[in-house]
């Protein structure tokens, strides 16, 4: 995971008692720094923070294991057998991973999810695949995102956020936009993959009714409850893709942007006389 240098500087100021460290595995299972050599000898256990695609960590994780003999777990995370590849509505994604064998994990992927302390799902299509799957970690379960646990703010924009939109504290509801895929290839400016494009042509075809759904959502916060909507980024694309595709989608009520990170959004507002835009 990158941080940035702001980010980095919140991190080290909330969670001081957290070391950060740089560096990877090498093809050989080596670490590339003398920074993570050392967090990975001295550390007791190797945890997976919340994310989807666990299999694209089980090369790390199996090296832990079997190199180190340290324990390991997995705390709120996806194991989605289905999407990607294919992707589809939740009861129809449920119903792919329900017809897979209980043999279709292969034993490379299952070796890490079986000698795992504890697997903790952040959603119950994930949980019930490797229940059917028959993983046998120490503890399988139901356990949320790491999100819902972060109590963190970084207490400097929050007043100066809520003064520019024209915010009351408690009175005003945050909608997130996004795409199906996040576009890794070009946030990090790397030539995309045929996986990435595959999951580019993804997002070429859904966006569109994504946004709609969302626009649904906000005009109808707006309008039955006279409160404002705040469009807000969980990704640094979204706060240009919001305003090239779902800004002209919004109905006509006035409006105010902002910037990103902390700190950022697009205050939608009940219609008044003269509509007006910041830019």
């Given at each position: 995971m990158a941080l940035g240098e702001r980010e980095e500087a919140l991190m080290r100021q909330f969670l001081p008692q957290v070391a950060i460290v740089r560096g990877e595995l090498s093809d050989d299972g080596q670490p590339t720094t003398p920074e993570l050599a050392s967090a990975w000898?001295?550390?007791?256990?190797?945890?997976?923070?919340?994310?989807?695609?666990?299999?694209?960590?089980?090369?790390?994780?199996?090296?832990?294991?079997?190199?180190?003999?340290?324990p390991h777990g997995y705390?709120?995370?996806?194991?989605?057998?289905?999407?990607?590849?294919?992707?589809g509505t939740l009861a129809?994604?449920?119903?792919?991973?329900?017809?897979?064998p209980p043999e279709f994990l292969g034993a490379e992927a299952r070796e890490p999810l079986d000698s795992a302390e504890f697997i903790f799902c952040r959603d119950s299509i994930s949980l019930k695949y490797l229940r059917?799957?028959?993983?046998r970690a120490k503890t399988l379960g139901f356990g949320p995102?790491?999100?819902?646990?972060?109590?963190?703010a970084d207490a400097a924009t929050i007043e100066p956020f809520l003064e520019e939109m024209d915010l009351r504290?408690?009175?005003?509801?945050?909608f997130v936009p996004?795409?199906?895929?996040?576009?890794?290839?070009?946030?990090?400016?790397?030539?995309p993959t045929p996986e990435s494009l595959r999951r580019d042509a993804i997002n070429a075809a859904t966006h569109r009714s994504d946004l709609a759904a969302l626009v649904t959502a906000i005009a109808?916060?707006?309008?039955?409850?006279?409160?404002?909507?705040?469009?807000?980024?969980?990704?640094?694309?979204?706060?240009?893709?919001?305003?090239?595709?779902?800004?002209?989608?919004?109905?006509?009520?006035?409006?105010r942007t902002s910037g990103y990170w902390i700190g950022s959004g697009l205050s939608q507002r009940p219609a008044r006389s003269t509509p007006s835009a910041a830019p």
């Open positions: 000898s001295s550390a007791e256990i190797l945890v997976h923070g919340s994310a989807a695609d666990v299999e694209n960590r089980h090369a790390e994780f199996l090296h832990w294991s079997r190199t180190t003999g340290k705390a709120g995370v996806t194991a989605d057998p289905v999407c990607p590849p294919t992707w129809e994604l449920e119903a792919m991973a329900a017809f897979l059917r799957q028959q993983i995102d790491g999100t819902f646990t972060y109590v963190f504290r408690d009175n005003f509801a945050c996004r795409l199906r895929y996040a576009p890794y290839a070009k946030i990090h400016g790397r030539e109808t916060w707006v309008r039955q409850t006279k409160a404002p909507a705040v469009v807000v980024p969980e990704m640094s694309y979204a706060p240009a893709y919001a305003r090239e595709h779902l800004l002209p989608l919004l109905p006509r009520m006035s409006h």
